[in-house]
C-alpha cells in the first residue's frame, strides 16, 4: 500500500527566513508520481508541482525549490525568503493509477506553515 | 473557464437526514473524484469515475452513493447522514490523456451533522 509520511505538523518562522517542508513516500510502483498542493487559510487546493519517479532533477520556481532523491524516498519542498502570504497548510501527494485509467491520490497529513512579521 | 464548481458551499444536516453534494466541471475531463477532508488530516477518497455511467470506490465509500449520467457533472449522495460525515468535501477531476496528470480540485464544500 502506498503511504505519505509528513512528520512536520506545524513549522512557524519569521518572514525571510528559509524553510523546508519534509515528504517521505512509501509505494512499490516504479512508476509513480509526487505532487505538492497547497491550502490556503481560504480552503482552496493548488496544485504547486508534479514530479515522475524517472526525473530526479531539482527544480526552481521563484522563491520555490523541489529535492526530489529517490534514494530515500523522499521529496522535499523549500520556500526562500518565506512571505506571510506562504502562510497555508501543504499536502504532499503520491499518486498510483487505477486498473481501469484515472489515478489515485494518496495524501500526506500536511504540514501547517505559519509565516510570522 | 469556471474549472470545477461545487455546490452548496457550507451545509448542516440533523441527524439522519439526506442530501446531494453537487460538482461540475467545464472542462471535459474524463476522470473525476470524490475527497474528503477531516481536520487535521489530509484528503481521503470516496468514490471516483472515469467517464460516464463508471463509478467505482476509492478508500471510505461507506454511507455515501455516486452516479455520473454526464462528463460534466459527478454529484455525491448522503443517504442518512451521520455525525463521523462532518467534514469538508472536494471534488476533483483530471483529462484522460496522460498518467500522472494533476487533478484539478473544486473548492470544496464543508459539511456539518449535528
Known amino acids: 500500500a502506498q503511504k505519505v509520511t509528513q512528520a512536520q505538523t506545524e513549522i512557524s518562522v519569521v518572514e525571510k527566513e528559509d524553510v523546508t517542508l519534509d515528504c517521505v513516500y512509501e509505494?512499490?510502483?516504479?512508476?509513480?508520481?509526487l505532487f505538492w498542493y497547497k491550502q490556503p487559510p481560504s480552503g482552496e487546493l493548488v496544485f504547486l508541482i508534479r514530479r515522475n519517479s524517472f526525473d530526479e532533477q531539482n527544480e526552481i520556481s521563484g522563491r520555490y525549490s523541489w529535492n526530489f532523491q529517490k534514494s530515500t524516498s523522499s521529496f522535499n519542498f523549500t520556500i526562500t525568503a518565506s512571505q506571510v502570504v506562504d502562510s497555508a497548510v501543504y499536502f504532499c501527494?503520491?499518486?498510483?493509477?487505477?486498473?481501469?485509467?484515472?489515478?489515485?491520490?494518496?495524501f500526506g497529513t500536511g504540514t501547517q506553515l505559519k509565516v510570522e512579521l | 473557464n469556471a474549472g470545477v464548481t461545487q455546490t452548496p458551499k457550507f451545509r448542516i444536516l440533523k441527524i439522519g437526514q439526506s442530501m446531494t453534494l453537487q460538482c461540475t466541471q467545464d472542462?471535459?475531463?474524463?476522470?473525476m473524484y470524490w475527497y474528503r477532508q477531516d481536520p487535521g488530516m489530509g484528503l481521503k477518497l470516496i468514490y471516483y469515475s472515469v467517464g460516464a455511467g463508471i463509478t467505482d470506490k476509492g478508500e471510505v465509500p461507506n454511507g455515501y452513493n455516486v452516479s455520473r449520467s454526464t462528463t460534466e457533472d459527478f454529484p455525491l449522495r448522503l443517504e442518512l447522514a451521520a455525525p463521523s460525515q462532518t467534514s469538508v468535501y472536494f471534488c476533483a477531476s483530471t483529462p484522460r490523456d496522460r498518467v500522472g496528470n494533476e487533478q484539478f480540485f473544486g473548492p470544496g464544500t464543508r459539511l456539518t451533522v449535528l
Open positions: 472542462m471535459n475531463h474524463n476522470y
Open positions: 509505494t512499490r510502483d516504479t512508476t509513480y508520481y
Open positions: 501527494a503520491l499518486s498510483e493509477p487505477f486498473t481501469g485509467g484515472g489515478n489515485k491520490l494518496t
